[in-house]
Each structure stands twice: as C-alpha cells, then as structure tokens.
C-alpha cells in the first residue's frame, strides 16, 4: 500500500444513472450486499490509505457522503454534472500535490486490487502521461474505442466514443474500459484544453488522449486480464446480473475452502462473509453483512443471519433470523427462532423454536426450549428457561435488565418485571409473575390461588336447559 505522496485515486461517483429509473444514487444501488461504491473503494483501499482516495460526488451528495463516510475517504463535490473531465477538475485542488493519479469508475464492483495495481504498474514502467485500462470485446458496441499508433505497441493517439465512431471505425474492438493512470503535472497543466465539441456538450475525460498526444506527451494502453471485472451497470437488470456474478466467485470462493454449499444459485451469501472449512449451508440460507461462521457448523435451509459471528460446532436449524449477535460454539438454535442485535450467546446454549432474544447475555448451557421471549437479559450457566416464559424489560419509557443467576429453574408461563433479580440455583413456580428479587437457591411462587368448586359446571348447564 502506497503511503506517501506520489499516488492518489479518484473515483468518479457523481452521476445519477437515469436509465436505472431510481430515486437512489447510482453508486449506492447494491450488489454482492455492497454498494458499487463501497466494493470499489474497497478495492483502491488495497492500493493506497483511504486517506488518499477522493471521491468525486454530485448527485444527492449528502446522501453519497453519509453513506460512505465510514470508509474513511474523502469527497470532492462535483455541483454540476458536465462530463468526466469536469469531475477530474472538480478535483484539481484535491490532486495538485500527488505525482500521480489514478482514476476509476464508482460503478465497477467488480474491479480487483490486482487489476488496479497492475495498471499502476504498467504507468510507472511505461513512463506515460496517461495510462488506460483496455480490453477486446467481440461485441463492443456502447463503448469508446482505443485506436493505437500501431497493433504491436502500447501507444495511443486517440479514444473515440461510440457516438463520434465513423462507418470505418465500427469494427474496432478493443475499447476503452474508463479507468486511467496519469502523471499529474502534465494532466492539470492540459485540462483546461478540454472542450465540449460531443453529442453531449460534455467534458469527456477520455479526450485527454488525444489532448496529451498534442502536446507530445506519452499515452499508452495496457489491456486487463478479465474484462468482465470491470464491466459497470446502467440497469436495473444489468445490476442483478452483476450481484449474481458476485455471489457465485463467493460461492465458489467459500467451496474453495472446504464449505459445502448445497445448490449454491439459491443462496444469498454476500461478498464479505467468510465461513470455516466443513461447515454445511443448506439451499435457501442468506448470509449477509460482515457475518463471520465457523467450521464444522450446520446452516440449514431458509435461515436469514446477518452481521454475525458464529463459533464452531453450531448448529442453525430452519429458517431462523439472526441479526448483529455472537454465537459460541456448540450452541444449538432453532427452528424459528429470533435472534435480534446485540445477543450474546454462549457456548452449548439452546434456544428452541420460536423463542425471540433481544440484548440478552446466556452463558453456558443455558436452555431455552421454545415460545420464550429474552429481552436485555442476563442468564447465567445451565439456567433452563421454561416453555413461555417472559422479560418483561419497557415499562413504556424505559428498558430494564432482567438477572437470573447460574443453575436457576424458570417455570412455564412465568413472568419476570425488570428491573428483577433472580438468584444462583433458585426456582421460579410455573405461572408466577415476579416483581421482586429472588434469593438464591429460594422458591417463588406468585400467582392466584385455585379455587375448585365441585358440580358447577354440571348446574350451569342444567340451569340453561329450563
């Protein structure tokens, strides 16, 4: 990773993608559980300090900007969308004091580190005032064409868009792919030079060619090694064909690495999830965010878990949802069960069908069969918690912690008024609503008492038949 001043980025993210028919910034669209943006930034991260990395944005900015922030970037507002060019010297202050550039494209997703190394490579060997990314299509229709100063070498005189294409140049294939090095001097010193001579009276960054061939400087070409990594989108459909080609490299990454994926082109499994070796994930599994699994762990069908961190040894039966939670290893989880944020689930703890968590810390053991919700709880070991059995943690204003201490019994039905205490081995009657602190190794018991009368039933029903 470069850390001083000879190299920066610039990524272009200002447009608004019209044919995406979207409210949404283009670059914010998501693909692989990303944003185009976030995946490209992501990838110039592995080149240089995010420090060095300016974003130019235009279209709903703010929203660009409160988005991405966290990625530690820097932003250059381009207030009015004239082309690349201008985007390039929206820039010009941020840049002025790097040697060189490079320039990328805010919806390329699929772009990797390697790629853009390798063009950064090819600039310092070749010399050049400008370098751009190249590649051979055999239907290149739609984009701007690379014409060179002869087959065999790297110079280029000139990019010619496919609207200012003559008949004769139709059927030149190799294309332009909008990412580009550039020394920087000799790029600001002939910015200016742009014009807006283009279908669409825009500063097209791409004439900087022809610009810098003018003036004797030196324009080379190197083509990528995977065009399809630096294909962009323009559509909705063309975004759903670029999230499907990321979850099938992740896919196919995750079974690289020992992860049995069963009919992995049903499963949602985004670009930064890592799973362990033996780990099973049964067809229909979502898995999203930052979530982190083990090895060894079973995933069965229809469960959705997202921004968690899974041990080993864990079992997740059908389709549970899990959400920003840990879960130690060996646990068991499911059917239908609900795990919310910030759970903290320890090892060999079971949680049943259709039990719901919310900010609750169970450690070792802990059972809780089934219909039970857990909200800001504090379990201790091989606590079991019966069938029913609810915290009752907002009192309408405020949420309130429910402690209960290691190898407690907590009946069926029962409920515990937090802010409650329920101390180490004591044992909570079926039924009971707890308002007060339990002692340790104590009964409580706190429902109303039953009164059986004997025939009423039978004299009600008699007394209907008169």
């Known amino acids: 990773m470069e850390s001083n001043d000879r190299l920066a980025i610039v990524i272009m993210a200002a447009g608004k993608g019209t044919r995406l028919k979207s ?33 130019v944005i235009g279209h709903q900015a703010d929203r660009v900007r409160k988005a991405m922030e966290a990625m530690g970037v820097q932003f250059v507002e381009q207030t009015e969308q004239r082309g690349t060019g201008h985007a390039v010297q929206s820039a010009r202050e941020a840049i002025a ?9 805010g919806d390329a997703p699929l772009v990797q580190p390697e790629t853009i190394a390798e063009l950064w490579r090819f600039h310092q060997a070749e010399q050049a005032a ?5 590649a051979n299509f055999d239907i290149p229709t739609g984009y701007g064409r690379i014409f060179r100063k002869s087959p065999d070498q790297p110079d280029v005189v000139a990019i010619v868009e496919q609207k200012m294409l003559t008949p004769e140049q139709i059927s030149i294939r190799e294309i332009n792919m909008g990412m580009y090095a550039f020394r920087t001097a000799p790029l600001l010193a002939h910015l200016g030079k742009l014009t807006t001579n283009n279908p669409h009276s825009e500063l097209y960054l791409t004439d900087m060619a022809a610009v810098l061939n003018a003036a004797g400087e030196r324009v080379v070409a190197v083509q990528a090694g995977d065009p399809a990594e630096l294909l962009g989108a323009n559509t909705i459909a063309e975004l759903v064909a670029l999230d499907a080609t990321l979850r099938n490299a992740t896919a196919s990454r995750l079974m690289a690495q020992g992860v049995t994926i069963f009919k992995p082109e049903t499963c949602l499994i985004d670009a930064g999830v890592e799973v362990g070796p033996d780990t099973v994930i049964e067809p229909f599994v979502h898995l999203r965010g930052k979530t982190k699994i083990g090895s060894d762990c079973i995933i069965r069908s229809y469960s959705v878990i997202e921004d968690c961190a899974l041990g080993n040894d864990v079992l997740i039966r059908q389709s549970c949802v899990l959400s920003a939670s840990t879960v130690a290893d060996g646990a068991r989880i499911g059917p239908f069960a609900h795990l919310r944020p910030g759970c903290e689930i320890g090892p060999d703890v079971h949680i049943g069908n259709f039990v719901e968590t919310k900010k609750a810390k169970l450690a070792r053991g802990v059972k809780a069969g089934h219909l039970t919700y857990l909200g800001d709880a504090e379990i201790g070991e091989d606590t079991n918690i019966g069938a029913g059995t609810i915290t009752c943690n907002y009192d309408g204003v405020n949420k309130h912690t429910t402690r209960i201490g290691r190898d407690a019994f907590i009946g069926s039905d029962s409920t515990l008024v937090a802010p409650v ?7 909570i009657g079926a039924g009971s609503c707890i308002t007060k602190e339990v002692p340790a190794d104590a009964l409580a018991v706190a429902r109303g008492r039953q009164v059986t009368k004997d025939g009423w039933a039978a004299a009600r029903r008699a007394s209907r038949k008169k």
């Not at 409210?23 to 060095?52: C, D, F, N, T």
């Not at 004091?97 to 990328?104: A, F, K, Q, S, T």
């Not at 205490?421 to 044992?427: F, L, Q």
């Open 421 to 427: 205490i329920v101390g180490d081995g004591a044992y």
């Open 130 to 134: 400008m370098t751009l990314l190249s």
């Open 97 to 105: 004091g790097y040697e060189n550039i490079l320039v990328l494209s």
């Open 23 to 55: 409210q949404r910034p283009k670059v914010l669209h998501e693909v692989g559980g990303k944003s185009l943006l976030a995946h490209v930034i992501a990838a110039a991260s592995r080149i240089v300090p995010p420090s060095q990395i300016f974003a």
